[in-house]
């Protein structure tokens, strides 16, 4: 077959040879269909091959958290100066009777002023002689005691006698009219003399005045253990210490958290 035969019929030669490959597709394709699910049975095989892993119990933990929490009913709080309901703040009342807007950032016991600190003595002097002149008249002064009733104490007491607050230890000088008693104070053990002209007083403690500045409340006289309230929590003093020359230190303590604040002050010269 010449060359120009060829070109004359060339797309009958090439439609020839495209009906060919697909004439060889066709006989292949029964072939590769069989090869192909023979991979499928074999992959299905080794994965129906490996166990299970057996089921573990669920965690339903907090699902029944959520369910115990909706047991428990939400009571709004109307009654007092906050409104849990209708408000996400806190109001407090002024001193001058308005309602102030008090938020977070605003409110705690940092904002707590020491206002004063004062003094609170132990004072043990000497006031007279029983008519048989055998007991003493001591009349004891105790400030930082909680209950004013029991600051001030006078008793009569013999030698060696002991009573709630001290001891007579000592009696120097005539019966009748001692120049000088030795007085032992029982919570420290420390002996001090005292005469009918001179008596005894040391610091035994101090009171505090505090000013919380969001509501403008003032507690006057306070002493250590006594408790303030501000805030929506309760405050308790736990220590008024002297730290240096006319400086000191208030310490609160919360009662919800049981966190400590400590208030510095420096009492004017």
Known sequence: MSFAV???????VLLAFVLLGLVVAVAMLP???????????????????????????????????????????LVPVLSDERNNLFSPVKW???????????????????LVEVLKVTPLYLTVTFEGVSQAMTNYLVKVVKETE???SKRSVSRYVGLG????????????????????????INETGERVTITPERGFRRV?????????????RVWANRRKGNTIAFGGDEF??????????????????SRSTGKKTSKRYKAPE
């Not at 669920?58 to 959520?66: H, K, T, Y």
């Not at 009171?207 to 919380?212: H, I, K, Q, S």
């Open 92 to 110: 407090n009342r002024t001193a001058d009777g308005r309602w102030q807007k008090v938020t977070r950032l605003a409110e705690g016991p940092e």
């Open 31 to 73: 072939v590769m269909i069989a090869n192909e699910q023979e991979q499928i049975e074999h992959r299905r095989g080794e994965i129906t091959r490996i166990p299970p892993k057996p089921l573990t119990n669920l965690d339903l933990s907090v699902g029944l958290a959520a369910i115990e929490r909706t047991k428990v009913p």
């Open 161 to 184: 006698e002991k009573t709630e607050l001290i001891t007579l230890r000592e009696v120097k000088g005539p019966a009748d009219k001692p120049t000088e008693l030795v007085v032992e």
């Open 236 to 253: 308790t003093i736990t220590g008024i210490n002297a730290i240096a020359t006319n400086e000191f230190e208030v310490v609160l303590s």
């Open 6 to 12: 060829i070109k004359k019929h060339y797309e009958k």
């Open 204 to 216: 035994d403690g101090y009171a505090v005045d505090l000013r919380y500045g969001p509501s403008g």
């Open 146 to 148: 909680e209950s004013p």
